[in-house]
């Protein structure tokens, strides 16, 4: 009896050396222990890359985290929500070569692997075992902002492997964050980013090069791999008011081209103060049938904190006679391009545009936008409205008319930069009122020309306008044509589908021709009552 006993006690003690086989269900072999250092830039984007954090495919209690920052409140906030999840976790005042402090705190705590990473870089949620996987001892993984060049790749990779066209694991000079380091490596507690730990006098001119150089004395390799998605990054090299609109514009355009964006559960996302950029006052034109449109773009105003008032349109679908008998369509008038008289929508658009005019003048509106509200923003849309005003006013520019989008119509043409501004351009021949701004002297002309006593589609009078228009019988019915109208490039706003794409709707595309009856008793009625009832428009 007791050599069976003294038998089972070898065995069970036998599970508690190396190479015995795991309890069921414990995991601890499969998921070494991790250390996190995580570096905050910036208190504004802790939501966001928190999230990922928070939503990393990795066991919180083989997960030791380290956050150095100098924003303690929120972060204290956060952690009293998750510390008792990780198996460590603690805040540090940064040093001046955190990097450094990053490597001592994984060796202190006699991680398997260190991941340092910072708050600029928004993880997937397998970036971790997708690097461990590639069992190497100093790798990184290849993240980039969605919608521009920028990389933690740059001066490391070409543009094959930027855009993806080209997948694979690249042996590089030195890499940035986010970066795996395999700590259990037998050369691996030779690598440093403290140059006064490296015997040689080098002339590193970072600890990321001081990295690059221990890793060359010890022959490990680092690689930089992009052979599947592992996040975005933020350029955080940059001014605080920037980067809040470089913020805001990522989460815009995550949102509106259908990506995941990933919060806290703790911190709620940074949300931009609503401004109007420098202008008096921005309209949003929606019909009061399009709630749908109404919500999708406040929602998208309210992102990229564009202060807004909406302004209901002049629906072409529900014209009657009250509304039509102010209008005279300009005779003869055909659609350049097909050739037909104009649309019921085409009117409403017009009388929208032409209540706004009205509404600028009579309160004395010095500069204004108009947005419609079937419209994406375009990457840098707000610092792109910040500052071309800044130089109209630093330039003191005389304008009138500004396309903030548009579609050029003459590509004979040339445009030009105006000298001395960043983005304001000279236009020609041009359609589209998706978005543009307009001083009051602009609108007052666009009003003394009388455009309801002779209408035409409005894609046609604003070039007129501006005389630029290639129709010279239409031109000659409005012979002042003085308008002062520019373009910037690149453009603020697009259509939000193009005709063919899925979702496309147009309400002026989709409306009915104006019939000849229709057509007849405008001519007949406006000019006899346009003077009397314009005070109503």
């Given at each position: 009896?007791?050599?069976?006993?003294?038998?089972?006690?070898?065995?069970?003690?036998?599970?508690?050396?190396?190479?015995?086989?795991?309890?069921?269900?414990?995991?601890?072999?499969?998921?070494?222990?991790?250390?996190?250092?995580?570096?905050?830039?910036?208190?504004?984007?802790?939501?966001?890359?928190?999230?990922?954090?928070?939503?990393?495919?990795?066991?919180?209690?083989?997960?030791?985290?380290?956050?150095?920052?100098?924003?303690?409140?929120?972060?204290?906030?956060?952690?009293?929500?998750?510390?008792?999840?990780?198996?460590?976790?603690?805040v540090e005042t940064k040093d001046a070569n955190y990097l450094e402090q990053?490597?001592?705190?994984?060796?202190?705590?006699?991680?398997?692997?260190?991941?340092?990473?910072?708050?600029?870089?928004?993880?997937?949620?397998?970036?971790?075992?997708?690097?461990?996987?590639?069992?190497?001892?100093?790798?990184?993984?290849?993240?980039?902002?969605?919608?521009?060049?920028?990389?933690n790749g740059k001066g490391l990779v070409d543009i094959v492997h930027l855009?993806?066209?080209?997948?694979?694991?690249?042996?590089?000079?030195?890499?940035?964050?986010?970066?795996?380091?395999?700590?259990?490596?037998?050369?691996?507690?030779?690598?440093?980013?403290?140059?006064?730990?490296?015997?040689?006098?080098?002339?590193?001119k970072s600890p990321v090069e001081v990295f690059a150089y221990s890793a060359?004395?010890?022959?490990?390799?680092?690689?930089?791999?992009?052979?599947?998605?592992?996040?975005?990054?933020?350029?955080?090299?940059?001014?605080?008011?920037?980067?809040?609109?470089?913020?805001?514009?990522?989460?815009?355009?995550?949102?509106?081209?259908?990506?995941?964006?990933?919060?806290?559960?703790?911190?709620?996302?940074?949300?931009?103060?609503?401004?109007?950029?420098?202008?008096?006052?921005?309209?949003?034109?929606?019909?009061?049938?399009?709630?749908?449109?109404?919500?999708?773009?406040?929602?998208?105003?309210?992102?990229?904190?564009?202060?807004?008032?909406?302004?209901?349109?002049?629906?072409?679908?529900?014209?009657?006679?009250?509304?039509?008998?102010?209008?005279?369509?300009?005779?003869?008038?055909?659609?350049?391009?097909?050739?037909?008289?104009?649309?019921?929508?085409?009117?409403?658009?017009?009388?929208?545009?032409?209540?706004?005019?009205?509404?600028?003048?009579?309160?004395?509106?010095?500069?204004?936008?108009?947005?419609?509200?079937?419209?994406?923003?375009?990457?840098?849309?707000?610092?792109?409205?910040?500052?071309?005003?800044?130089?109209?006013?630093?330039?003191?520019?005389?304008?009138?008319?500004?396309?903030?989008?548009?579609?050029?119509?003459?590509?004979?043409?040339?445009?030009?930069?105006?000298?001395?501004?960043?983005?304001?351009?000279?236009?020609?021949?041009?359609?589209?009122?998706?978005?543009?701004?307009?001083?009051?002297?602009?609108?007052?002309?666009?009003?003394?020309?009388?455009?309801?006593?002779?209408?035409?589609?409005?894609?046609?009078?604003?070039?007129?306008?501006?005389?630029?228009?290639?129709?010279?019988?239409?031109?000659?019915?409005?012979?002042?044509?003085?308008?002062?109208?520019?373009?910037?490039?690149?453009?603020?706003?697009?259509?939000?589908?193009?005709?063919?794409?899925?979702?496309?709707?147009?309400?002026?595309?989709?409306?009915?021709?104006?019939?000849?009856?229709?057509?007849?008793?405008?001519?007949?009625?406006?000019?006899?009552?346009?003077?009397?009832?314009?005070?109503?428009?």
């Open positions: 009896m007791r050599s069976i006993t003294l038998l089972l006690l070898i065995v069970n003690v036998g599970y508690c050396f190396f190479g015995s086989t795991p309890d069921e269900g414990d995991y601890r072999h499969l998921y070494p222990e991790l250390c996190i250092a995580y570096n905050v830039n910036f208190e504004e984007i802790l939501s966001y890359s928190l999230g990922w954090l928070e939503n990393l495919k990795y066991p919180k209690d083989r997960t030791k985290v380290l956050i150095l920052t100098d924003v303690k409140d929120t972060i204290n906030e956060w952690m009293s929500e998750y510390k008792s999840l990780y198996s460590y976790l603690t990053s490597l001592k705190f994984g060796r202190r705590l006699k991680c398997s692997y260190l991941l340092l990473t910072t708050s600029d870089i928004f993880l997937a949620e397998n970036s971790v075992r997708d690097l461990m996987a590639l069992k190497q001892v100093v790798v990184s993984g290849l993240v980039k902002d969605p919608f521009s060049l920028h990389s855009s993806g066209e080209k997948l694979e694991m690249l042996r590089v000079y030195y890499a940035n964050s986010p970066l795996l380091i395999n700590l259990k490596h037998k050369d691996a507690s030779y690598l440093t980013f403290d140059e006064q730990n490296v015997r040689d006098n080098i002339e590193a060359y004395n010890m022959d490990i390799p680092i690689f930089l791999d992009n052979s599947v998605f592992y996040g975005y990054i933020i350029d955080s090299r940059m001014t605080r008011i920037q980067l809040l609109q470089k913020l805001a514009s990522f989460n815009y355009q995550m949102w509106i081209n259908n990506n995941q964006v990933v919060y806290s559960n703790v911190i709620p996302p940074w949300q931009p103060v609503e401004h109007t950029y420098g202008f008096d006052k921005i309209y949003v034109i929606n019909l009061k049938r399009r709630p749908e449109r109404k919500k999708r773009i406040q929602k998208s105003l309210a992102m990229l904190g564009i202060e807004h008032d909406v302004f209901e349109a002049v629906d072409g679908m529900s014209l009657d006679e009250g509304t039509m008998k102010h209008v005279t369509i300009l005779p003869g008038y055909l659609d350049p391009f097909h050739k037909r008289p104009l649309k019921k929508g085409e009117i409403g658009c017009f009388l929208s545009h032409y209540r706004i005019w009205k509404d600028i003048v009579d309160n004395g509106y010095e500069r204004v936008i108009v947005f419609e509200d079937d419209i994406k923003f375009s990457e840098n849309a707000t610092t792109i409205l910040r500052e071309f005003m800044e130089d109209i006013i630093k330039r003191q520019t005389e304008w009138d008319f500004v396309y903030l989008g548009r579609k050029k119509n003459d590509a004979k043409n040339q445009e030009y930069y105006v000298p001395g501004h960043r983005y304001l351009s000279t236009v020609t021949y041009s359609y589209w009122t998706l978005g543009y701004a307009l001083s009051r002297s602009g609108a007052q002309k666009l009003l003394d020309s009388k455009p309801l006593e002779k209408m035409i589609a409005l894609d046609e009078y604003l070039p007129i306008m501006y005389d630029n228009h290639p129709n010279q019988e239409w031109k000659n019915h409005f012979p002042v044509r003085d308008l002062k109208a520019f373009t910037v490039y690149p453009l603020v706003v697009h259509p939000d589908k193009y005709l063919h794409e899925a979702g496309y709707l147009s309400d002026t595309e989709n409306s009915t021709v104006i019939s000849s009856n229709e057509s007849h008793n405008t001519g007949a009625l406006g000019l006899n009552l346009h003077h009397q009832a314009k005070s109503e428009l």
